[in-house]
């Protein structure tokens, strides 16, 4: 799971006035366990103009939730992964333009982001329940045979979804929330909204300014002691993080990270710690993170300066001491960070 995380960030409800701009800000638990915060700011829309369109953002957030979790028995992916190879699956539009854009950053990172990873989840026990399982070398090839992404067709003029294998699941984890992001600042602004914050599970979206009038200040989480790496402030722009500190385990020794390369069918050892990706959408910097966490920091860091207004810090380990390394693109040169 990706963590990124407002510096101050007060979990409030009501409208309260901070030099005649009004901040209202709730909370709601989205995609099973995680929780999605919703701040926003204004100077001329009531109480109840601000609460209807945090209500809109929450909606589609949760239709996000409905159509694309794995975990929901009856949403598009859990269909399309029962059915069949070779059988033409249906799904709504929103759906379907996720897995374009999936595609199209799976072509980018040269498949380093994958949405047919599930078999490897499932294999070293990341899913559906959390059981620590270190598979062997004939069981990652055996799972390989069911990965990557051009076993996936798409049909733009019915929006629907072919498997050419059999056993290919998809897993939208690295792209979902950050599109639900992006739909909930759509609806805000729909509501006359200009200034806001979202963030699901860590996934964040700014637009406008805070309520001092300042841009927006999200701190970066040090992979590898407390507190923050960096702290960026803000205005209409996105920001996920992808880290390996932030599932994994331990057995007989050996760190797993839950970030699994689809060409190995391993969990990476690149020594990435982290990668934060700025855009400004987060469906992109969500899948961007998950991707270039793959790749590394020399292939990473050259696929975003190739990238129009995108920008990364990527943190390495040095040493088992926890001391780290910390690579930004060019546009972050500056960037004030705490090694």
């Given at each position: 799971m990706k963590r990124f995380l407002e510096v101050v960030l007060a979990i409030g409800m009501p409208v309260f006035c901070l030099g005649c701009r009004s901040v209202y800000r709730a909370e709601d638990t989205v995609m099973g366990p995680i929780i999605a915060r919703i701040t926003v700011v204004s100077d001329r829309l009531g109480e109840d103009e601000m609460k209807s369109a945090v209500e809109a953002a929450f909606a589609e957030v949760h239709r996000v939730d409905a159509l694309m979790s794995h975990y929901k028995p009856d949403s598009d992916i859990t269909r399309f992964n029962e059915a069949p190879p070779d059988e033409w699956v249906e799904v709504d539009r929103l759906t379907f333009g996720v897995l374009e854009q999936s595609q199209k950053v799976s072509e980018l990172t040269g498949g380093a982001f994958d949405p047919t990873v599930m078999p490897l989840v499932t294999l070293w026990g990341f899913w559906p329940a959390r059981q620590p399982n270190v598979p062997s070398e004939e069981e990652i090839r055996q799972a390989l045979v069911h990965v990557g992404y051009k076993k996936l067709s798409l049909d733009s003029s019915r929006h629907a979804l072919l498997k050419t294998a059999e056993g290919v699941n998809?897993?939208?984890?690295g792209i979902a929330q950050g599109y639900a992001v992006d739909k909930a600042i759509e609806a805000l602004r729909r509501k006359g909204v200009t200034d806001a914050l979202v963030e699901i599970g860590g996934e964040t979206r700014v637009i406008g300014r805070n309520k001092e009038g300042n841009p927006w200040r999200i701190g970066v989480l040090h992979p590898a002691r407390r507190g923050y790496l960096a702290i960026l402030e803000l205005s209409d722009m996105a920001v996920a993080t992808s880290g390996d500190y932030m599932s994994f385990f331990i057995l007989n020794g050996k760190r797993y990270s839950h970030l699994l390369d689809p060409h190995t069918g391993?969990?990476?050892?690149?020594?990435?710690?982290?990668?934060?990706?700025?855009?400004?959408?987060?469906?992109m910097a969500d899948a961007l993170a998950t991707g270039v966490s793959v790749m590394g920091p020399e292939k990473g860091m050259q696929l975003i300066e190739s990238l129009p207004g995108a920008e990364a810090i990527i943190a390495r380990r040095k040493d088992s001491n926890g001391e780290i390394e910390v690579f930004v693109s060019k546009g972050l040169k500056g960037l004030k960070l705490s090694p």
């Open positions: 998809l897993d939208l984890g391993k969990p990476i050892a690149n020594d990435i710690a982290s990668v934060t990706i700025l855009d400004k959408k987060c469906l």
